[in-house]
């Protein structure tokens, strides 16, 4: 079975900082291609960034949209072998429920995709409130 458990949301003051943390079940997360995104309340899903899954000679390259990618920084964790997004400079601009994702695809070089719709695995997301 297939799980993505994101954790580490909460509430913050604006110019904070937060990480989260998407942890993966019944597979093996560093080597897929997984992405960050985020919904707030009437809007459109927005791609945060992603993260191209390990293969044998590389490490999977991140890419960031425009409008997060000068303050939020996403990494593997090796050591459980979770994916984090780490988050400063918060704004009330990024309270949205944030969910990590993956299209289950292997082996598919180092880069990755902000399209979402084909990142159809996700789980139950995590809220970022950012408010005074």
């Known amino acids: 079975q297939v799980q993505l458990v994101e954790s580490g949301g909460g509430l913050v003051q604006p110019g904070g900082s937060l990480t989260l943390t998407c942890a993966g079940s019944?597979?093996?997360?560093?080597?897929?291609?997984v992405v960050w995104f985020r919904q707030a309340p009437g809007k459109e899903r927005e791609a945060v960034g992603c993260i191209a899954g390990d293969g044998r000679s590389y490490r999977g390259v991140p890419l960031y949209s425009d409008s997060t990618k000068s303050r939020f920084t996403i990494a593997k964790d090796y050591s459980d072998n979770t994916l984090k997004l780490q988050m400063k400079d918060l704004g009330p601009e990024d309270t949205a429920a944030y969910y990590c994702?993956?299209?289950?695809?292997?082996?598919?070089?180092?880069?990755?995709?902000?399209?979402?719709?084909?990142?159809?695995?996700w789980g139950q997301g995590t809220q970022v409130t950012v408010a005074s």
């Open positions: 019944g597979f093996h997360l560093p080597y897929y291609r």
């Open positions: 994702a993956t299209d289950l695809v292997l082996k598919a070089g180092p880069g990755c995709y902000l399209t979402l719709q084909k990142y159809d695995r």
